[in-house]
T-cell receptor, first 112, second 115 residues
Framework: QKEVEQDPGPLSVPEGAIVSLNCTYSNSAFQYFMWYRQYSRKGPELLMYTYSSGNKEDGRFTAQVDKSSKYISLFIRDSQPSDSATYLCAMRRNSGNTPLVFGKGTRLSVIA | EAGVAQSPRYKIIEKRQSVAFWCNPISGHATLYWYQQILGQGPKLLIQFQNNGVVDDSQLPKDRFSAERLKGVDSTLKIQPAKLEDSAVYLC?????????????FGEGSRLTVL
């Protein structure tokens, strides 16, 4: 079993839809959870991060972590064509310099 | 603030040839990472440097891959000899290592095709 599992999609939705992206993980030591967005032929960029369990909201984006189920989610409200990208979940055991472990990424297309 | 610079952006070589990639991190970032991203997969850590010392190279195929970070700034990643399965994007990232997230800043990557 991989440490981090993520459905690679692709996922195609109409503009304005609510998008739900998910990852599961096996290592209970993970404490910091992040979502990176990667546009085609670009490097990943940090979108959201959450520590331990709970929700975090930033504009149209909401990140949720359920440590008891080892399950994390990213919700995108009122999706826009500019949201079309690959979304990578990532997690680490401790803060600072411990390496990130990434999921495969989910490729999202928002159709106008 | 300038981002992470990588070169070359694209490289095509034949198997058994060698290739080198260069990375210049964000100024002042002590931590530097090389990740390998195969098409359709997430980035996989190859090596992590803290200043010019290696922190983690457990997933680096040391029989063919080598990396160095001289003077704790720029870094090079070399593959010799290359195999078909080395076709991937090689991402360099840097981090100040501070704060809760220790956010990684990625370069645009170096795309390698091995024929």
């Amino acid at each position: 079993q991989k440490e981090v599992e993520q459905d690679p999609g692709p996922l195609s939705v109409p503009e304005g839809a609510i998008v739900s992206l998910n990852c599961t993980y096996s290592n209970s030591a993970f404490q910091y959870f992040m979502w990176y967005r990667q546009y085609s032929r670009k490097g990943p960029e940090l979108l959201m991060y959450t520590y331990s369990s709970g929700n975090k909201e930033d504009g149209r984006f909401t990140a949720q972590v359920d440590k008891s189920s080892k399950y994390i989610s990213l919700f995108i409200r009122d999706s826009q064509p500019s949201d079309s990208a690959t979304y990578l979940c990532a997690m680490r055991r401790n803060s600072g310099n411990t390496p990130l472990v990434f999921g495969k990424g989910t490729r999202l297309s928002v159709i106008a | 603030e300038a981002g992470v610079a990588q070169s070359p952006r694209y490289k095509i070589i034949e198997k058994r040839q060698s290739v080198a990639f260069w990375c210049n991190p964000i100024s002042g970032h002590a931590t530097l990472y090389w990740y390998q991203q195969i098409l359709g997969q997430g980035p996989k850590l190859l090596i992590q440097f803290q200043n010019n010392g290696v922190v983690d190279d457990s997933q680096l195929p040391k029989d063919r891959f080598s990396a160095e970070r001289l003077k704790g700034v720029d870094s090079t990643l070399k593959i010799q000899p290359a195999k078909l399965e080395d076709s991937a994007v090689y991402l360099c990232a840097s981090s100040s290592g501070t704060g809760v997230t220790g956010e990684l800043f990625f370069g645009e990557g170096s795309r390698l095709t091995v024929l």
